[in-house]
């Protein structure tokens, strides 16, 4: 039932794996660069733009349908209330022209001028939606207090009935498009302007409940029913408008810095990585950060652990599409010697024992313990996975064996994270479950804490 809501777009974003399509034989495939380290296939940023141009013209059809479909009864039903909501899916469909021409300017290469391209204008489209919505709802408010205090005959109700029917089904499927391929390609506007479909569809819904109302004889239930479905618009201007704001204003998720720093400091070679900062131009994820490299190596060395980095950085974090890496020398004391890190200068993830990388038929990526905001957690992050992958970690525990399921987090489907802390001490014996399409894999693996961490 879960996987069934996320699908439809439902619930805070949740991804089951597979649930993309990407790749091929059926399962996933990031390479190990994941992003503008293939040749002879279309660049990530024209395939992601082009499936949003697609989601948004095949949304304008399918709303401008329905508005069609809706008028024809407005005509002959005389229904003011089916005629607001009739103006009101026409305003949605033209929502897809922002949105559109956004889309299109995004695919354009940087300039000299514009050096980091035209992917902000995606944002400002966002912004442009959210005030639609805000029109609508102030619109669908009006027209409701207007219907509560004087009330208006309507006519051919089974025409009304259906006509809203088919503004709620025709809007649901719009949502349910834009939402996913939001989600897939990563746009916080093309996910608000789902949404938006989403409370036109209510509002279609509540011209069918308030004409049932006049039905049996309570004609005020239309304005009523008006005004409840005012103010869940109302709560969806918020949420949308504090999503687009935040990537506006330069916002990330903190969860992305916690990644890019953990997976920073897990490549060999790098004694610190400070400075980190990241943010998004449309659906296109930036970083950059400072790493302190012993200063005894030869260049070339040095510049192997930043590729390495950066590998890795594409390899954990599928939608950052660009990321710029200052190499710093280590401080040094008065003495002349490099001074040592303090631990609260160093990420605890130091302590951790080593990753337990694999590569199998089902699957191939990295089991490690890692720092949330939650606390400690067993995490697998794949490079590689089949449809429909499930995963769990088995521990050999002296009082018997600890089992801690991995499920897919909220903002990334390919980083599975364990619900439970995994109990000290981290040395241990463990194997790792994948399990897809009847198929099991068991992985046996040790973890060994480093010295010094030992409990």
């Given at each position: 039932m879960k996987s069934l809501l996320s699908w439809l777009g439902y619930g805070d974003g949740d991804h089951v794996l597979g649930g993309h399509g990407h790749g091929h034989s059926g399962g996933h495939d990031h390479g190990s660069?994941?992003?503008?380290?293939?040749h002879g296939v279309i660049d990530p940023t024209i395939a992601t733009t082009s499936r949003g141009i697609w989601a948004i013209k095949w949304s304008f059809v399918i709303l401008a349908l329905t508005a069609a479909t809706q008028l024809v009864v407005v005509i002959i039903s005389g229904s003011v209330a089916l005629l607001a909501d009739t103006i009101h899916n026409v305003g949605d469909a033209v929502t897809a022209i922002p949105l559109w021409v956004a889309f299109m300017l995004a695919r354009r290469k940087p300039s000299r001028t514009f050096t980091y391209g035209l992917g902000r204008v995606e944002d400002l489209a966002g912004l442009f939606i959210v005030a639609i919505i805000l029109f609508s709802a102030i619109v669908a408010g009006y027209q409701s207090i207007l219907r509560l205090?004087?009330?208006?005959p309507i006519t051919h109700l089974g025409w009304v009935l259906a006509a809203g029917v088919i503004g709620f089904f025709g809007n649901e499927a719009v949502a349910v498009f834009r939402i996913r391929v939001g989600r897939e390609i990563n746009s916080a506007a093309l996910i608000a302007d789902g949404y938006h479909a989403r409370t036109d569809g209510f509002t279609s819904l509540a011209v069918v409940l308030g004409a049932l109302g006049i039905w049996m004889g309570f004609p005020l239930a239309d304005p009523i029913v008006g005004l409840v479905i005012t103010a869940a618009i109302f709560v969806i201007v918020w949420q949308s408008?504090?999503?687009?704001?935040?990537r506006m204003l330069d916002g990330v998720e903190p969860d992305i810095l916690n990644e890019i720093d953990h997976v920073a400091e897990h490549v060999a070679g790098v004694q610190r990585v400070h400075a980190v900062q990241a943010r998004w131009l449309g659906h296109r994820l930036h970083a950059e950060m400072s790493v302190q490299i012993d200063e005894t190596l030869p260049l070339a060395d040095a510049l192997r652990i930043v590729d390495h980095m950066r590998t890795e950085l594409f390899a954990h974090l599928p939608?950052?599409?660009?990321?710029s890496i200052r190499i710093e020398a280590p401080a040094h004391d008065s003495t002349g010697h490099a001074a040592a890190l303090h631990h609260s200068d160093a990420h605890s993830h130091h302590h951790a024992p080593e990753p337990f990388r694999f590569?199998?038929?089902?699957?191939?990526?990295?089991?490690?313990?890692?720092?949330?905001?939650?606390?400690?957690?067993?995490?697998?992050t794949l490079a590689r996975h089949v449809e429909g992958l499930s995963a769990?970690?088995?521990i050999d525990r002296p009082d018997g064996p600890e089992i801690l399921e991995l499920m897919p987090d909220?903002?990334?489907?390919?980083?599975?994270?364990?619900h439970a802390v995994p109990?000290?001490?981290?040395e241990f014996n463990a194997t790792l479950v994948l399990t897809a399409n009847d198929t099991s894999e068991t992985l046996p693996f040790r973890m060994v804490e480093p010295d010094g961490h030992h409990h």
């Open positions: 660069g994941g992003h503008g380290h293939t205090i004087d009330p208006q408008a504090r999503a687009v704001l935040t939608v950052l599409s660009q990321v590569e199998t038929g089902l699957a191939a990526g990295v089991v490690e313990i890692v720092d949330t905001p939650g606390g400690e957690r067993m995490r697998l769990k970690v088995v909220m903002d990334n489907h390919h980083r599975l994270t364990s109990a000290e001490p981290h």
